[in-house]
């Protein structure tokens, strides 16, 4: 399952990244960011009134509150996204999203940040992600 969930995750993250650079055409981008984050909060309210209602006081135990600051980072997230597509186009912009994901997540394993489980560093990792970027070389190759 949790493959079909990531599927799905990079599938929703670059329709939405083409939905907002279209929005932020017809208003600015800080509009069309508090729209997106106010329509996902109305969800997530909606959502947790049908589900489990766990008690909102619960966020007072997470163990670092540096945690709390998700929805600060997806404002710059949405930000970014839409200044990147703008200017570069979808397909550009999601490769380069992706490598940046991927080489700021192995170096959270890596190092074992925020509480995640540290991984050993491992070469063809490394040859994986170079090999990447060359297939983003190639494709913008013209």
């Known amino acids: ?18 939905f907002n650079t ?11 960011n ?4 106010i329509t996902g909060f109305l969800i997530c309210i909606g959502a947790w009134l049908f589900t489990g209602r766990d008690n909102f ?8 509150k540096w945690y709390l600051t998700g929805g600060i980072l997806g ?8 200044k990147g597509m703008s200017a570069l186009g979808p397909a550009y912009a999601v490769m ?15 190092f074992g940040l925020f509480g995640t489980e540290q991984a050993p560093f491992v070469w063809k ?5 170079v090999i990447m970027i060359g297939g983003i070389i190639l494709f913008k190759w013209d």
């Not at 006081?57 to 670092?64: G, M, Q, R, T, Y």
């Not at 990792?125 to 992600?129: E, G, L, P, S, T």
């Open 34 to 37: 508090s729209f997106v984050q």
């Open 22 to 32: 279209r929005v932020t055409e017809s208003s600015s981008i800080w509009v069309t």
């Open 125 to 129: 990792k490394v040859i994986a992600v």
């Open 57 to 64: 006081a619960n966020l007072l135990k997470v163990d670092s």
């Open 75 to 82: 404002a710059f997230i949405i930000f970014t996204v839409v």
């Open 1 to 18: 399952m949790g493959v079909i969930f990531a599927i799905i995750a990079g599938a929703l993250m670059s329709v939405q990244g083409v």
């Open 96 to 110: 380069l999203i992706l490598i940046a994901q991927l080489i700021i997540a192995y170096l959270i394993e890596v």
